[in-house]
């Protein structure tokens, strides 16, 4: 695995966890060979997320990964609202890998408050040992500052892409210890929980693709003037902001994991790169 320091570029710490962790996150949902996913895992992926949508061939990567277990972070994720089956749905997906704990369970997309019930089960879990940490995820940017100022959650899953950067105004600012140099607050992860983005393309908006979520998201095309941005353009513009810890990838094949991997080589954008992305952000956004 890569040998560079928490608060770079490549990788950081995930807020209060204390885990080190790439930048870059590998997600199930997608359809990224087995293959890839041990590749990428050498060049230093290890936030790996076993989500709702499980291929044969990731979960065999895992198996094979199985030795290195310490390496890499396990994510898996529940949208189960019954609190009584919350255990069932971790513990289904623990026998699939054969794993006896996930190190992070992922809450999955609640816009509200997680009920009492809901967090009571989760804890449970984590009680038995078979979650370390406990996770949600969220499109509701206005309610991460309020997760992150308390302790039920180690790790937030929010949106953040160039065109839909509400994050920059709603989140970042508001976060414990925004106030801070911002590489010194990423390089400690004192005080917050650990942030994860997703959809860094705007599902192929950014692109120039269209998609059913980008339809019913009202997503515009392309400014004719401006180059199409690349999916590893897309990644380089998320990880930029160094209050990002990690950015999924939802790779479907070796070569999209190829791109991602060459947002970590190429590094930060410059300036002049970040103000192209944001008009395009802004065209995809219809604004």
């Known amino acids: 695995m890569a040998e560079t320091q928490p608060g770079s570029f490549e990788r950081a710490l995930l807020g209060r ?6 930048r870059l996150g590998i997600s199930a949902s997608y359809g990224v060979p087995g293959e890839a996913v041990e590749r990428a895992f050498e060049r230093g992926v290890n936030y790996i997320y076993w989500g709702s949508s499980r291929t ?15 390496r890499f972070v396990l994510v898996i994720q529940s949208y189960m609202r ?7 749905s971790l513990e289904r997906a623990l026998r699939a890998l054969n794993f006896d704990h996930a190190d992070i369970l992922l809450l999955g997309m609640w ?26 995820s969220t499109h509701k940017r206005t309610l991460v500052p309020q997760l992150a100022a308390g302790r039920d959650f180690d790790v937030v899953h929010f949106r953040y892409n160039a065109a839909h ?16 140099p911002a590489l010194l607050a990423q390089a400690s ?11 860094a393309t705007s599902w192929g908006q950014l692109l120039g693709k269209a998609s059913l979520q980008g339809f019913f ?14 999916a590893t353009d897309c990644y380089r ?12 990838t939802g790779s479907a094949d070796a070569a999209q994991m190829e791109q991602a991997l060459e947002a970590l080589r190429l590094g930060p954008m410059t300036e002049d790169e970040l103000a192209w992305m944001r008009r395009v952000g802004r065209a995809v956004a219809g604004k």
């Open 17 to 22: 966890t204390g885990r080190e962790v790439g």
């Open 56 to 70: 044969d061939s990731f979960g065999a990567a895992l198996k094979r990964l199985r030795p290195q277990r310490d």
């Open 82 to 88: 019954v609190a009584r089956l919350l255990g069932w």
């Open 111 to 136: 816009n509200k408050p997680v009920p009492p019930r809901i967090l009571d089960a989760a804890r449970r879990l984590k009680e038995r040992g078979l979650a370390r940490f406990l996770a949600v």
């Open 165 to 180: 950067p509400g994050a920059e105004k709603d989140i970042f600012p508001h976060l414990p210890g925004a106030n801070r």
């Open 189 to 199: 992860g004192a005080g917050r929980p650990g942030l994860v983005s997703f959809t």
């Open 217 to 230: 998201n009202g997503g515009h095309r392309l400014p004719k003037n401006e180059p199409a941005p690349t």
């Open 237 to 248: 513009y998320v990880l930029t902001r160094p209050e990002v810890d990690v950015c999924m």
